[in-house]
């Protein structure tokens, strides 16, 4: 299979080698659980260690902010689109799925011109704001990736968890619509938060189904070992496994 790999080394391991080309792929969290870290280093890597020129298709910050928030991890952003190698565009769904949708638009005349193949969609949430209707969403939602899949992208789309600790509780199908999801969680083990990742699902391959920790550190999000002798980690209040064993049988 013809692998895309993000760059972040046992990511890629939990994804069987890295993602499926040519693939949607969600990454859901709260604030703060590093999902755009996740996609602009995924562009990143995939500049400098693949040749593969990138574009951000922003709907919540400026072009300067993802400039600022990059130099953090040591990554040129600003002259990378000097080099014509990443773009960063800010626009609403609205505009964007309409351009993505429709022959010669703005996006896809970047996408040619600078021979785009990996693309990040910052947020997929505000898609919700276009329609009241969860059908006409769920169809809006399916072209716009379909769009993307036209082009030839690998695309990470992030989408904003409604909780910050637990399991989420959004209604949406857009988990359905998307390759592979991707989570990323808050949990609180013996007082003190830590961050969770786990590969809910990646259509057409084999993954790793364990929970794993990671951080953000200044090189970007670094995955580490899985959560051992604990349970109940998505749900926001992780137990461990020897307690939940007495508890359900022994205690009376």
């Known amino acids: 299979m013809d692998r895309v790999k993000t760059g972040i080394s046992r990511l890629d391991e939990m994804l069987g080698g ?15 659980t590093g999902k755009t870290t996740l996609g602009m280093q995924f562009i990143y890597n995939g500049i400098v260690q693949e040749n593969e020129p990138g574009l951000i298709i922003t709907f919540e910050e400026f072009p300067k902010q993802y400039y600022h928030d990059a130099n953090a991890f040591g990554w040129d952003f600003r ?11 800010m626009t609403s769904p609205e505009v964007s799925r309409l351009d993505i949708e429709s022959v010669g638009g703005m996006i896809e005349g970047h996408i040619d011109r600078m021979g785009v193949r990996r693309v990040v969609v910052d947020s997929m949430s505000h898609f919700s704001r276009l ?6 969403l769920r169809s809006l939602e399916f072209n716009f990736i379909n769009a993307l899949k036209r082009e030839g992208l690998t695309s ?5 968890s409604p909780v910050l600790l637990g399991e989420s509780t959004e209604d949406s199908d857009i988990g359905f619509v998307v390759d592979s999801y991707l989570i990323l969680r808050y ?3 013996e007082s003190a938060i830590r961050k969770a990742l786990l590969v809910l699902k990646m259509r057409g391959s084999d993954h790793a189904k364990d929970i794993r920790q990671y951080e953000i550190t200044e090189q970007g999000i670094e995955v580490q070992s899985r959560f051992e002798g604990q349970e109940g980690i998505l749900s926001g209040s992780p137990r461990r496994m020897a307690d939940s064993f007495v508890e359900a049988f022994v205690k009376k």
């Open 79 to 89: 002259e990378l689109e000097k080099k014509g190698l990443l773009k960063v565009i």
């Open 18 to 32: 890295g993602l499926l080309r040519e693939t949607a792929n969600l990454v859901e969290g709260a604030p703060g």
């Open 131 to 136: 329609t009241q209707d969860p059908v006409e």
């Open 156 to 160: 990470i789309l992030t989408r904003e």
């Open 187 to 189: 949990v609180e083990i």
